[in-house]
């Protein structure tokens, strides 16, 4: 079973719809639980990040994580053709040398039609 | 805001060629990561550095890859004779803090394509 995994879609929605993001899991020792947005031949960027079970929001996006389901979302309401681009889920795992490393989801691509 | 930025942007190498990727961290960042995405897959750790050592690497970290902080400043990976499954998108991730409150922060990457 691997680690993380996020269906890689593509998505496509029009303006305005809701656009629900999904990863599940199935190690337990993951630690933060990221959302990071990528556009084509970019570097990640860093959308929201959460610790514990239970919703985080910011403006028009919500990070929900559900530890025991092994289960974490990303909610974007109100969508825009800005919004377009590939969702990473990522997890943080700590390792020996003090540090963390993140075990990255394949990537959703999202497409937002005007 | 602050950022990673990376050096160069596109590099093209022939097949056992030495190539080194730059990074220039955050400053006050304390722990430095490689990552590479090949092309179509996952984003996968390749190394965390910290205080001058290597903290963790994967198995993708073999003899050939090595990193480096020089000068205090930049953050290197050296290739030390590129394959062509080496081809891929580098990034570099730089933190703040150590533990679990902060988050990386990734540069925009180097796209490495061996001949």
């Known amino acids: 079973q691997k680690e993380v995994e996020q269906d890689p879609g593509p998505l496509s929605v029009p303006e305005g719809a809701i656009v629900s993001l999904n990863c599940t899991y199935s190690?337990?020792?993951?630690?933060?639980f990221m959302w990071y947005r990528q556009y084509s031949r970019k570097g990640p960027e860093l959308l929201m990040y959460t610790y514990s079970s239970g919703n985080k929001e910011d403006g028009r996006f919500t990070a929900q994580v559900d530890k025991s389901s092994k289960y974490i979302s990303l909610f974007i309401r109100d969508s825009q053709p800005s919004d377009s681009a590939t969702y990473l889920c990522?997890?943080?795992?700590?390792?020996?040398?003090?540090?963390?490393?993140?075990?990255f989801g394949k990537g959703t691509k999202l497409t937002v039609n005007p | 805001e602050p950022e990673v930025t990376q050096t160069p942007s596109h590099q093209v190498t022939q097949m056992g060629q030495e190539v080194i990727l730059r990074c220039v961290p955050i400053?006050?960042?304390?722990?430095f990561y490689w990552y590479r995405q090949i092309l179509g897959q996952k984003v996968e750790f390749l190394v965390s550095f910290y205080n001058n050592e290597i903290s963790e690497k994967s198995e993708i970290f073999d003899d050939q890859f090595s990193v480096e902080r020089p000068d205090g400043s930049n953050f290197t990976l050296k290739i030390r004779s590129t394959k062509l499954e080496d081809s891929a998108m580098y990034f570099c991730?730089?933190?703040?803090?150590?533990?679990?409150?902060?988050?990386?922060?990734f540069g925009p990457g180097t796209r490495l394509t061996v001949l």
């Open positions: 400053s006050n960042h304390l722990y």
């Open positions: 991730a730089t933190v703040g803090l150590a533990g679990f409150t902060d988050t990386q922060y």
């Open positions: 990522a997890m943080s795992l700590p390792t020996q040398g003090g540090s963390e490393k993140l075990v």
């Open positions: 190690n337990s020792a993951f630690q933060y």
